[in-house]
């Protein structure tokens, strides 16, 4: 019996994500350039895509537009916002936990003659408002900022920051990474004064290689992709069918349960926290009560974490230690960056839920952490 604790990573796709595609491959398989009539049958499936995510993301249709997910997301925002404005200024602002796909744009926009403000963070995970606020020039253009945090799942003031930004006298662009906030937590994006948004389908049990962007209808921004006009011309490129449908598909079914979601994965994570604390000793928690629903890090003090990875898998049991994005890399920038001990960081474990998981399921992974963790000590203290 599988279980599955790794959703932060990537989720399970839906059944009817999975029908969908399939319909798309072998049915409306045409391209929806091509002028003849499969072809505009597939443009219109296209466009009734478009406006169900539009629906669920409280925009207009012509703000959605599809990419190949979170990563391409991020980069074509940020860099597409720094290309249009940098007449009105260089000066961008980031944190230091994002995304390795915005810190690694970011320092690529370095090298072209823009200033980075990266904010610090406290021991939650969180950066202090009041430091953005100070960190705001006459020649900022952009703020970046991750809303959920994916290795401990802080939630960062993105309604503050945003309606802060919108009653500023000159434009300032802010730019929302939600690939681990968008069907976790309930927000629109015209609601927080979000100018531009980023959503990666295979999060939210999509397909891989498929997501979408919100840019609100007034932001001046650069297409970075050139071609054959696709997307408005904003992201050219023969459109990936079988993966915008699947995605529609997957934000529909997300969205429509939304509530219910977000109260079943948070009852699950207060489970797993609560017998994790109750069955097993010289631990850390490393998330804050007030994170996001799916996502819980938890250090097992004297252990590494990688090799507690991997004697779970032989049970089945499927963690991570940080992002799937940096996992291969030697320690957490966010861990790090929170100030913990390097013992806490090496044996930092990720755990992240889904809908899909079960409360059984929780119950046994709990009693096979606490064998593996224990006969780990013993090994370790022997030495």
Request: proline share 2%.
């Amino acid at each position: 019996m599988e279980i599955y604790l790794d959703n932060s990573a990537t989720t399970k796709p839906y059944k009817e994500v999975v029908d969908k595609m399939v319909y798309a491959l072998t049915d409306q398989y045409a391209n929806p350039s091509s002028v003849h009539r499969k072809g505009v049958i597939v443009e219109k499936e296209i466009k009734n895509a478009r406006k169900e995510i539009a629906k669920y993301t409280g925009a207009k249709d012509k703000e959605i537009f599809f990419t190949s997910g979170g990563t391409e997301s991020n980069n074509i925002i940020i860099r597409g916002t720094a290309y249009a404005n940098h007449r009105s200024g260089k000066h961008l602002i980031t944190t230091k936990i994002e995304h390795p796909s915005v810190l690694n744009t970011f320092k690529d926009l370095e090298k072209d003659g823009y200033e980075v403000t990266y904010l610090d963070i406290d021991n939650n995970g969180l950066i202090s408002f009041e430091d953005f606020k100070n960190a705001l020039r006459e020649d900022t253009i952009l703020v970046s900022i991750m809303h959920v945090n994916n290795e401990v799942g802080a939630i960062q003031p993105v309604d503050k920051i945003g309606r802060y930004l919108s009653k500023l006298k000159r434009k300032v662009y802010f730019h929302v990474d939600a690939v681990q906030s968008f069907g976790k937590i309930d927000f629109k994006p015209s609601k927080y004064n979000i100018d531009l948004m980023s959503v990666s389908g295979h999060k939210i049990h999509g397909p891989k290689g498929i997501g979408f962007v919100y840019i609100k209808e007034t932001t001046k921004i650069k297409s970075i992709v050139t071609g054959g006009g696709q997307e408005s011309a904003f992201r050219s490129g023969t459109e990936n069918v079988p993966g915008i449908l699947g995605l529609s598909e997957a934000v529909r079914i997300t969205m429509e349960n939304l509530k219910d979601n977000i109260d079943k994965i948070n009852n699950l994570k207060e489970l797993l926290l609560n017998e994790i604390k109750s069955n097993i000793d010289n631990i850390k928690v490393n998330s804050s009560e007030n994170g996001v629903c799916h996502i819980l890090n938890i250090s097992f003090i004297g252990i590494k974490g990688e090799i507690l990875l991997h004697y779970l898998e032989e049970d089945n049991i499927y963690v991570s230690t940080g992002s799937a994005c940096s996992s291969k890399k030697k320690g957490s920038h966010v861990l790090i960056e929170m100030g913990l001990l390097s013992k806490e960081i090496e044996g930092a474990i990720r755990f992240s839920l889904s809908t899909m998981n079960k409360e059984e399921d929780i119950k046994k992974a709990v009693g096979i952490i606490k064998e593996k963790v224990e006969e780990l000590r013993i090994i370790i203290n022997k030495r």
